[in-house]
C-alpha cells in the first residue's frame, strides 16, 4: 500500500533532487544540502531512488563522505565560501537596513564556520 507520508517522502525527495541537479549547474544556489534533504526523504519514500543516490559517480561520494565521516570536500567548501561571500557582498550593496545586514552577516559567518570546522574526507 502506498500511503500518504511515503508519497509526500518520494515528493520531497524528488524536488530536493531537482534543486541539487540545479545547483550544480546554476551558481549560487547550493547542491550539497538539497542533496542530503533528497537523500534523506529518499530513504523514506523510495529504497530505489535511495540507492540511486549513493549508486551515482558525483552525489553517491558526497553522501557517502557525509554519512561516514561528516567530511566536506575541500574543493565543496572554497566553492561554498566563495559563493556566500559574493551573496554577502551583493547583499551589503542591496540592503540598507542595519539590522538586518549584521543578522544576515553573523548568520553566514556561523554557516561559513560550520562549513570550515567539517573535516575533510580520507
Do not use: C
Not at 542530503?36 to 530505489?48: D, N, P, T, Y
Request: glycine share 6%; net charge positive; charged share 10%.
Amino acid at each position: 500500500m502506498f500511503n500518504m507520508a511515503r508519497w509526500g517522502a518520494l515528493l520531497l525527495a524528488y524536488l530536493f533532487l531537482a534543486l541539487a541537479v540545479v545547483g550544480v549547474i546554476l551558481p549560487g544556489l547550493p547542491t550539497v544540502p538539497f542533496l542530503l534533504l533528497s537523500a534523506w526523504f529518499a530513504a523514506k519514500g523510495s529504497q530505489r531512488l535511495h540507492r540511486w543516490l549513493y549508486a551515482h559517480p558525483h552525489f553517491g561520494k558526497l553522501l557517502i563522505d557525509w554519512e561516514q565521516q561528516g567530511a566536506i570536500s575541500r574543493s565543496s567548501k572554497v566553492m561554498a565560501v566563495l559563493l556566500i561571500s559574493i551573496a554577502w557582498v551583493i547583499m551589503y550593496l542591496q540592503i540598507s537596513n542595519p539590522w538586518v545586514v549584521a543578522g544576515m552577516t553573523l548568520l553566514l559567518a556561523a554557516v561559513v564556520a560550520f562549513l570550515l570546522t567539517r573535516p575533510e574526507p580520507q
